[in-house]
């Protein structure tokens, strides 16, 4: 299979979008490059024709049927070496020379993604957020902290489904008021059940749901939101200088967990015009999407990895918002530690005070 | 945050520290009293003269007035007019040590108002709290008991009191208190605990799509509020909110009672 560069035209070097100007730059030269532009050139280069690059690959063994499945290999154009990657791999880089290449048969026909949030973060920008995460957490181990080793950091396009729809709803709540008096031998609590019934419609736009199995749905969640006001119509220039999965979880499989949140908005969103009552406790719902539609696009995130005691622990920075999350591992013995203290001082409050009840 | 909840902690134990000085101040300036009156001359001057003795420490223990008497009976009382044991052993602390003032007397009456032997334990003023009705009962039923005057002599019935009330008004604590306190303070440490373990986990998934909105698409084009049914509960209004009850016979308020024998 082929993979595909966007060659500097000054130096032929491999172009990489730069997030800090929002242009492809050539890491070699420093020469900054609209998107357009490079397009087109990269168009007019297309059409001169291309080398021909076959090997004889006979060496080696025959891949076992699995790995045929699931396994790609492209050739790097820049240096030759050879790419390995997965089904689903669409932007990656040349283990050999670094260059930056991207996969352009899976961005063909029906699986070109819809849209793109380009990275306004850079990799600095992340690890400057990765050392203010592990701040001021009082149960991390210092060791964690200290050595603040970061395995790999990966800048990577995420497939994510956005799905598009108006919602209507008829939802029924049993609530209920109280009151209370007193006279000189009772009190008094009077509690008034009401049923309350709400109609009406709203709508979302570009709800996404992630579309790849290899990143955590909780992970990429928790990363939101993105502002979707400032994404642009999808260009594999983008792609150039970070990494790319194509979606393998499909729209149709998407489709519960979107409903799964637009129900869950609209029944609180609903919840809130109930006002002026002590409980209220949804007793029937019935949300009716329509108008529903779905773009693919792909969202910014950056990835870092680290290990600790042998557990892999992995991060992800929002790569428009820089919004940053990750769990951190539990200091055990500092958290029983300082438990016993807590228990120890607490309780003597609470010892003391029953004593001090005693003298007042 | 560490230091946040250990200076919480450390001002919780302040204010309290703080709160109860006015009372010991208070405390330090008052002179309490002990006497023993034997009316009905029951005990012979050796024996009155220890139980001053023992009337004296419950008197320091307890810093609160310690009157101890015993009587014939209710005659010859100018200061009770109600002519009933309660009214004579309470008027008669009043006329020893002023009403409602911190204090115990316990009255031993041969003959009360149907003729029984009985005898009678109260607390005053802050007496009342410390010293409740039920321990006012179990220092009573203990000295009957197990120290009954036809069998050991009223010396040993009038100390074994003495020392019950040194057990019971100084601040004190069931043995369960203490394990009980750690229990609670065990949870509260769990609570701040999982506090700071909530800093560690920043990954969940998302509620719902509230950020997703389409700004201005909401609308409400039914809205109804039906009333079903009500329902009233009513419990009852507690009496009285100390640890001990108070209760007179007309001058200052007391805890305790009396047991015929």
């Known amino acids: ?360 | 945050m560490i230091k946040r909840f250990t200076a919480i902690l450390f001002a919780l134990v302040l204010i309290l520290s703080v709160a109860t000085l006015p009372a010991y101040a208070a405390g330090e300036e008052v002179v309490y009293s002990y006497r023993f009156d034997d009316n009905a001359d029951l005990l012979t001057d050796a024996e009155e003269q220890a139980l001053n003795e023992t009337l004296y420490d419950v008197c320091a223990a307890c810093s609160c007035n310690v009157v101890f008497f015993t009587a014939n009976d209710l005659n010859g009382a100018n200061f009770s007019h109600l002519n009933t044991a309660q009214d004579y052993t309470q008027r008669y602390y009043e006329t020893c040590c002023g009403v409602n003032t911190d204090g115990v007397v316990c009255g031993l009456i041969l003959h009360d108002e149907d003729g029984d032997r009985q005898v009678l334990l109260y607390g005053s003023g802050k007496c009342v709290k410390q010293l409740s009705d039920s321990e006012s009962e179990d220092i009573r039923n203990n000295a009957i008991s197990n120290h009954n005057p036809d069998r050991n002599g009223y010396y040993d019935f009038l100390n074994s009191i003495a020392l019950g009330v040194k057990g019971a008004v100084p601040p004190h604590l069931k043995w369960y208190m203490l394990p009980l306190a750690l229990i609670i303070g065990f949870v509260i440490a769990l609570l701040i605990m999982a506090i700071f373990k909530k800093q560690l986990k920043t990954v969940q998934m998302e509620r719902g799509a509230v950020n997703y909105v389409r700004p201005g698409s909401m609308n409400v084009t039914a809205a109804r509020d039906t009333y079903l049914y009500s329902t009233v509960s009513r419990t009852a209004r507690p009496k009285n909110n100390s640890s001990g009850s108070s209760h007179s016979s007309g001058g200052g308020s007391y805890s305790g009672g009396g047991s015929k024998f």
Not at chain 1, 78 to 97: L, M, N
Not at chain 1, 229 to 257: C, H, M, N, P
Request: aromatic share 14%.
């Open chain 1, 1 to 360: 299979m082929a993979v595909h560069e966007y060659k500097c035209p000054c130096c032929s070097g491999a172009l990489a979008f730069d997030s800090t100007v929002q242009k492809l730059k050539c890491p070699f030269c420093d020469t900054e490059f609209e998107v357009e532009a490079v397009k087109a050139y990269d168009e007019d280069l297309q059409n001169e024709g291309t080398d021909n690059l076959d090997w004889n690959t006979d060496a080696g063994t025959q891949w076992t049927e699995d790995e045929a499945t699931g396994l790609r290999s492209y050739i790097c154009q820049s240096c030759g070496g050879e790419i390995v990657g997965d089904q689903y791999t669409a932007a990656t880089e040349c283990p050999f020379c670094g260059n930056h290449a991207i996969i352009m048969q899976q961005f063909s026909g029906a699986l070109k993604p819809d849209y793109v949030i380009p990275f306004k973060l850079n990799k600095e920008a992340a690890k400057a957020e990765y050392v203010k995460h592990l701040k001021g957490k009082f149960l991390l181990p210092k060791v964690f902290k200290d050595e603040n080793h970061i395995d790999e950091i990966k800048g990577i396009y995420v497939p994510f489904w956005l799905f598009d729809s108006n919602a209507d709803a008829d939802i029924r709540f049993r609530a209920t008021r109280t009151r209370t008096w007193s006279d000189s031998n009772y009190n008094y609590v009077q509690t008034s059940y009401f049923s309350v019934y709400r109609a009406g419609y709203i709508a979302y736009d570009h709800v996404p749901v992630d579309g790849s199995t290899r990143m955590p749905d909780d992970l990429m969640e928790s990363v939101e939101p993105y502002n979707f006001a400032e994404a642009v119509d999808f260009q594999t220039a983008y792609l150039s200088g970070y990494f790319a999965d194509k979606y393998d979880v499909s729209a149709e499989d998407s489709i519960g967990r979107a409903n799964e949140r637009i129900k869950t908005s609209t029944e609180d969103a609903f919840r809130e015009t109930v006002k002026g009552y002590v409980t209220v406790t949804p007793e029937y719902s019935s949300v009716r999407l329509h108008d529903g539609k779905t773009k693919y696009a792909f969202y910014p995130v950056w990835l870092l990895n680290t290990t600790y005691k042998g557990e892999k622990f992995t991060f992800a920075m929002n790569g428009q918002t820089g919004k940053f999350v990750g769990n951190l591992p539990t200091d055990k013995g500092k958290f029983w530690k300082f438990a016993a203290l807590f228990t120890v001082i607490a309780g003597a409050v609470i010892y003391g005070g029953m004593w001090l009840a005693q003298l007042l």
